[in-house]
């Protein structure tokens, strides 16, 4: 017998998660259209999205559904980034510290094989952001900065980042960041409502560490944040 214990990687559905999709996937109807097929797919969507809602602490027009958690930290990151830059392309610095996932990693790869300017900045030997190095970053160039990606709690190590005080500092100068939380919910508080009063505009989130189904997440977005 055999006893699966890597929760972090990805946890198994819960008995109650897979009466749900089971559920689901016998409905047949457009979310858009208005005959009663359609209006009863809207309603378990809009649903769905009111649940994860309440998990986050969020107003359900925040929540943007997605295919998982890459999707969403593309989104969050490629999203913000390019609002920025449309808005002023002198904006053009992306900071993100060492030791993020490889979702983010490869976002802003990406982004900078695009003309992005990415500013990788340090952490200790605990997998900690340098709070002071973030200011340092901040403060040379505000106006040349895009946005600020960080992880909540690091999917490797656990390490806990002091999110409110990060977002607090990018404000000050006007600039938006992206939270990615897929390791962290479930495990610690991700309180959205909080979390977007001090800074952040927007947070990714994944239902397979919770005991959802792989292939579903979510970007929580700020109403006021154009992605």
């Known amino acids: 017998m055999t006893v699966y ?3 972090a990687a990805t946890t198994p559905m819960r008995p109650e998660a897979i009466a749900a999709l089971a559920g689901a996937l016998t409905l047949v109807g457009n979310p858009s259209s208005i005959h009663s097929h359609g209006q009863e797919a809207r309603r378990v ?8 809602a ?11 559904l997605t295919s998982g958690g890459t999707e969403s930290v593309n989104l969050g990151i490629k999203g913000l980034h390019g609002a920025r830059v449309t808005a002023d392309p002198r904006r053009t610095r992306i900071l993100v510290p060492d030791g993020e996932h490889h979702a983010t990693v490869d976002t802003v790869e990406w982004l900078e094989r695009r003309g992005a300017a990415v500013e990788r900045l340090p952490i200790d030997a605990l997998g900690r952001i340098r709070v002071d190095q973030v200011a340092a970053a901040l403060a ?8 600020l990606t960080f992880l909540a709690a690091s999917n490797e190590v656990g390490t806990i980042q002091p999110v409110e005080e990060l977002a607090a500092l990018a404000r000050a100068h006007g600039v938006p960041v992206h939270v990615d939380a897929v390791a962290a919910f479930g495990h610690m508080p991700v309180p959205f409502r909080r979390w977007r009063e001090a800074g952040v505009s927007a947070v990714s989130v994944s239902a397979h560490k919770v005991g959802g189904p ?6 929580v977005h700020a109403r006021q944040a154009t992605v």
Not at 214 to 219: E, H, I, P
Request: hydrophobic content about 45%.
């Open 54 to 64: 309440r998990a986050l602490d969020a107003d359900p027009v925040e929540v943007v």
């Open 214 to 219: 792989v292939g579903s997440g979510a970007l």
């Open 45 to 52: 969507l809009e649903e769905a999205r009111e649940a994860i």
């Open 140 to 147: 040379a160039d505000p106006g040349s900065v895009s946005l």
């Open 5 to 7: 214990l890597d929760h």
